[in-house]
């Protein structure tokens, strides 16, 4: 499809468990964001690339939380030894060029559940 | 730092009745506005936004949000809501050439036939 695609869509971890979420922007676009949505909760943000550098990651909540984007397109969200507490949906974003009024297009998120 | 204040947590409405949702933001620069809207088992789309110009926005669906500066303000509002408009709301905020949105914690309606 045309959209921001994401994997899994549901994730059940172990505690302490590695776990890595892919998402898959749409074509062409240069802006990539990660948010973290907890239940009952809005979206908030964690990390923001444009191609492949990470220009902010100012929201990420701990060091266990690294994201990378190689290439400029697909990128990774990895979380090692996951915590109870880390249990969310994970929504990644995209957009040309998000300062110039261009939609920012949401995926249907990672639910990530941790035991 | 900025936040985004929602108001309503749960607004339940019959249809044909008219709808006003909250929202307020903090932060005295130029901003840019959104509401997002997220149908049950659905990704967040964009209902409407503001970045400069006629403070009232139409957006999709009927639709509009007024922005009051003085207030802080972008309420969304619908004259006659749908059982289709069973959602969740979002108000959002992006500050002038920033990256990241701030969200509300979002609105629930439920809309009854």
């Known amino acids: 499809g045309a959209g921001v695609s994401q994997s899994p869509r549901y994730k059940v971890a172990k505690r302490g468990q590695d776990v890595a979420l892919r998402c898959d922007p749409i074509?062409?676009?240069?802006?990539l964001f990660w948010y973290q949505q907890a239940l009952g909760q809005g979206p908030e943000f964690l990390t923001y690339f444009q191609n492949e550098a990470q220009l902010d990651k100012s929201g990420l909540p701990s060091d266990r939380f690294f994201a990378e984007r190689p290439e400029g397109s697909v990128s990774t969200l990895k979380i090692q030894r996951t915590q109870q507490e880390d249990s969310a949906v994970y929504l990644c974003?995209?957009?040309?060029?998000?300062?110039?009024?261009?939609?920012?297009?949401f995926g249907e998120g990672s639910w990530l559940t941790v035991v | 730092a900025q936040s985004v204040s929602q108001h309503n947590h749960h607004v339940i409405l019959s249809e044909a009745a008219s709808l006003e949702l909250g929202c307020n933001y903090s932060?005295?620069?130029?901003?840019?506005l959104f509401w997002y809207v997220q149908y049950p088992g659905q990704h967040l789309q964009l209902l409407l936004k503001y970045f400069s110009g006629d403070p009232l926005v139409k957006g999709i669906k009927g639709f509009e949000a007024e922005f009051i500066k003085s207030k802080f303000s972008f309420n969304l509002r619908k004259p006659s809501v749908q059982w289709s408009d069973t959602a969740e709301y979002f108000c959002?905020?992006?500050?002038?050439?920033?990256?990241?949105?701030?969200f509300g914690t979002g609105t629930r309606l439920q809309v009854f036939p």
């Open positions: 074509s062409g676009h240069v802006s």
């Open positions: 932060y005295g620069g130029t901003v840019n």
């Open positions: 974003a995209s957009t040309v060029d998000p300062s110039s009024g261009n939609t920012i297009y």
């Open positions: 959002a905020v992006n500050e002038l050439l920033a990256d990241k949105l701030i």
